[in-house]
């Protein structure tokens, strides 16, 4: 359930119906189910597996592995890191949002209101401001909530919350769809979502989305399922864990694709507008289009509530699972009880999430994020692959996964990660580099990018490469 918290998260909610709605509806789910199949289901039992057989965080695990490789587990955890300093700040908008939703404070214009009234949002990505203290307050009870959790171990801690976060969340999606699917115009925009477009499966870039949409939603290659899966007893059931986490993420985001888009042709028939130009992806929609899509249901009071409950519920199970990537590979390479590394782990994160609580606090997430998957996890992801598929005896993971798990894994999960996987990524990654300079992204200033995006990559790769140099505590290196 926690692995299950760390993958639903809120790209489910905001980016899974765009990415269906925007590459020909039903017939993405063909692409994206065969991406889950080559790609997805392989890397998380592989992840499952080295973090059951090494038993120890990601750096742990890959020193394990091979002495030569602990960097790549430190720049997995640095990419978590980086993620949880913003992640939280979105927590915190979904907190504020929460307590509007009960009177739908957000006025008639959401738009002018989050980017005007709520962000106090600057001119500029290189123009920061002060800090927006309604956000500050938030942001700072995600991160009391995130030391609370953690700060109380793994059982009482991660095993509790999740035992609760998931269950509520699953019933919130339920309730709210089955209200959502029942409203006048829902029909519409439910054929506007699955209506097949049988010819953009011909296209490259579709199956590149969709193996795009797999890898980043199932918290895969940035430490995450590692560090998990070293907390299984000896003898769990590692195969079907990995397939079940998959699948349960998956279904939720075709949960949450029929509930966005069942709201927004109901939104679509009272405005008398086509449901294109409702319809988006990202914050946008969380924060402007379902508050204003709110304003026009039936029992706003009771279902805008629930809906950024939710948001904030999706947000912090994540949330919990990035940080907890982090703490566990504090304690075990500097060898501090788990309470002073999580104490520690959330002052210093909470000093680095204040830039993002700025006037400009929107630029730098837009940015940040951007980078921090398209260059960070996707060649994290490639080098990770590479090296368990090829310098590694991946064989020897097999066995191992095999011989604890109800059903095994047969040659097509090695054929996966051997061939089909570092094709896709390699494909992704270099395509990536090459938009990145042919076309900077968001049209913002290339100092802001190289401040904002490049660095931070940058910085993240040359600290892994630190700790792998520096000497471990224990004499080795």
Not at 181 to 193: E, F, P, S, V
Not at 211 to 239: E, H, K, R, W
Not at 390 to 419: M, P, Q, T
Request: charge should be neutral; include cysteine.
């Amino acid at each position: 359930m926690a692995a299950v918290g760390s993958a639903v998260g809120l790209g489910n909610i905001w980016r899974f119906p765009y990415m269906v709605y925007d590459n020909g509806g039903g017939a993405f789910l063909i692409p994206y189910l065969f991406a889950l199949l080559t790609a997805g289901i392989p890397i998380i039992i592989m992840e499952f597996g080295i973090g059951h057989k090494y038993k120890g965080a990601a750096p742990e695990t890959f020193l394990g592995m091979s002495r030569k490789w602990e960097w790549l587990g430190w720049w997995q955890v640095l990419i978590s890191f980086v993620i949880s300093v913003y992640y939280v700040v979105i927590i915190g908008w979904g907190i504020n949002y929460t307590l509007m939703a009960f009177h739908q404070g957000w006025g008639a214009d959401t738009k002018t209101f989050f980017f005007s009234h709520f962000l106090h949002l600057s001119d500029s990505a290189l123009h920061l401001g002060g800090i927006v203290w309604p956000i500050f307050i938030s942001a700072a009870v995600a991160w009391l909530i995130t030391w609370l959790v953690l700060f109380s171990g793994v059982k009482k801690g991660i095993e509790l919350a999740n035992k609760i976060f998931m269950p509520m969340l699953f019933i919130i999606i339920l309730i709210i769809l089955a209200r959502a699917i029942t409203l006048d115009g829902a029909i519409k925009g439910l054929n506007y979502l699955f209506k097949p477009d049988f010819s953009k499966i011909l296209d490259p870039k579709v199956w590149v989305a969709a193996y795009g949409q797999i890898f980043f939603t199932l918290s895969i290659c940035f430490a995450i399922m590692i560090t998990y899966s070293s907390y299984l007893p000896d003898d769990a059931d590692v195969n079907n864990n990995g397939m079940m986490t998959a699948f349960l993420n998956c279904g939720f985001s075709m949960l949450a694709g029929i509930m966005i888009f069942a709201v927004l042709g109901y939104m679509s028939l009272k405005q008398g507008v086509p449901i294109k130009d409702v319809a988006g992806a990202g914050v946008g929609l969380a924060f402007v289009t379902i508050p204003k899509a709110i304003n026009l249901l039936p029992a706003a009071w009771l279902f805008g509530p629930l809906f950024f409950v939710s948001i904030v519920v999706a947000g912090l199970s994540s949330m919990i699972s990035i940080s907890e990537a982090c703490c566990a590979a504090v304690v075990d390479r500097f060898s501090l009880s788990r309470r002073v590394a999580v104490t520690g782990y959330i002052v210093v994160g909470f000093l680095a999430s204040l830039l993002f609580m700025t006037n400009g606090g929107l630029y730098l997430i837009d940015i940040t994020d951007h980078f921090i998957n398209n260059f960070g996890i996707v060649f994290a992801g490639l080098v990770e692959v590479i090296f368990v598929g090829w310098l590694f005896r991946l064989e020897s993971i097999r066995e191992h996964i095999n011989a604890i798990s109800d059903f095994s894994v047969g040659r097509w999960w090695s054929l996966c990660l051997k061939v089909v996987t570092p094709l896709v990524l390699g494909y992704m990654a270099v395509d990536n580099f090459i938009e990145a300079i042919e076309k900077p992204y968001g049209k913002y200033p290339a100092s802001a990018l190289a401040i904002y995006g490049w660095a931070v990559v940058g910085v993240v790769l040359a600290g892994a490469v630190i700790f792998q140099l520096a000497r471990r505590t224990d004499g080795r290196r």
